[in-house]
């Protein structure tokens, strides 16, 4: 008899059933939330989450650009230099594109550009009219040795040139998400140490956005491969202040993102305007794009997590006590079940728990 009531306390129900059974909650709360976690080891890393990393573009800002100045150089009118670089711009997805084209208004005939080459980080290159034009960021003109007339005018530039010709330039403001300074605010109560933010537009630029929203730290005119490479180094040095319990997440949206959403411990998209290269590599993606559900979901991690220990020590904790009974001859077979079947029915209600998010939908 007391070898039974061995047998039947030693049973790990309760373990196997509940802990799985908690990330599934967690998992299923966070769904609730327009939060999509692709896996409970996500789940459990973002729990541990201490630095958060951010693109700007389509994360903290709404990514719907307009134009707001043109200044064209000597010699060439506003109408000319908005007119060649949209018919540049034909083909082109990214959100400054379509904001120069609805700036020209009519679309642009198709046959007047060809041989269009858009280059990562810097802008497009293309024929229009037979001339070849340049459209893009100050790298793109020092790349191609055109003499241009830098601007610090706040704002995203656009840099035009055409046949080795500087022509002028176009400044593109974005906005920020009205509950990005929030989420910030809320990333900090929910134990994020530090915040950074990666972006390929221009230092002032950048630095006007980091400090309206608060943000630690910002790194700005950089290639997709910069991203990486400053990502590499925040990882590193999560590492070595946490003693490799800290993770990093990468928050993103656009198809540039997609190697930095692979490489951080998180990766996190902006799923409803991301491009679907960001969601297919991000391990967690935002549905509703704010920016900050990424608190949320740091609070449900951890929350789920809590959940998880709580199951694994009352498990481990209530049969370790019937053990020691059972082997002084004290338990009977019915605590013993209890202690099996007992323990996992009351481990599964608390994993339940896990799926509660009414706190979180305020």
């Excluded at 306390?9 to 966070?30: D, E, H, K, Q, T």
């Excluded at 990514?63 to 109408?79: D, K, M, Q, Y």
């Excluded at 946490?242 to 198809?255: H, P």
């Excluded at 009352?314 to 209890?338: C, E, P, R, S, T």
């Amino acid at each position: 008899m007391r070898g039974l009531t061995f047998l039947v306390v030693s049973c790990p129900c309760a373990l196997v059933i509940s802990v799985p059974l908690s990330f599934f909650g967690g998992i299923g709360g966070a769904s609730r939330l327009g939060i999509l976690v692709k896996g409970s080891n996500y789940l459990e890393a973002l729990g541990s989450t201490e630095t958060v990393v951010f693109d700007k573009t389509g994360t903290l800002t709404d990514g719907t650009f307009s134009v707001t100045e043109l200044i064209g150089a000597p010699g060439v009118s506003e109408t000319e230099l908005i007119d060649i670089a949209a018919a540049a711009e034909t083909f082109s997805t990214h959100p400054i594109a379509q904001s120069v084209r609805a700036y020209r208004g009519a679309a642009v005939a198709a046959e007047r550009v060809r041989d269009v080459r858009e280059i990562s980080g810097q802008g497009v290159e293309a024929v229009v009219d037979g001339r070849e034009v340049l459209v893009g960021n100050g790298k793109l003109m020092a790349a191609h040795d055109i003499a241009f007339t830098a601007t610090d005018v706040p704002g995203t530039v656009l840099y035009v040139a055409a046949d080795g010709t500087y022509l002028g330039a176009i400044v593109i403001a974005d906005t920020v998400k009205l509950d990005a300074a929030r989420a910030i605010v809320d990333l900090r109560a929910a134990g994020v140490k530090k915040t950074v933010m990666l972006t390929g537009d221009r230092t002032p630029v950048a630095r006007a956005v980091a400090a309206e929203l608060g943000i630690d730290e910002v790194h700005a005119e950089l290639l997709p491969q910069d991203k990486v490479a400053e990502v590499e180094a925040l990882l590193a040095q999560t590492e070595r202040d946490t003693n490799g319990k800290g993770k990093l997440a990468f928050v993103g949206d656009g198809i540039n993102d997609a190697p930095v959403l692979t490489r951080a411990d998180i990766g996190i998209a902006m799923g409803a305007m991301g491009s679907d290269a960001a969601i297919e590599a991000a391990d967690i993606v935002l549905m509703n794009d704010d920016p900050d559900d990424i608190a949320r979901a740091i609070h449900l991690a951890r929350r789920t997590m809590g959940i998880v220990w709580q199951n694994i020590v009352f498990a481990l904790g209530v049969k370790f006590a019937v053990l020691v009974l059972a082997a002084f001859g004290i338990a009977n077979m019915w605590m013993a079940v209890f202690a099996d079947v007992g323990v996992a029915v009351i481990a599964i209600l608390n994993a339940m728990r896990a799926m509660n998010v009414k706190r979180y939908l305020d």
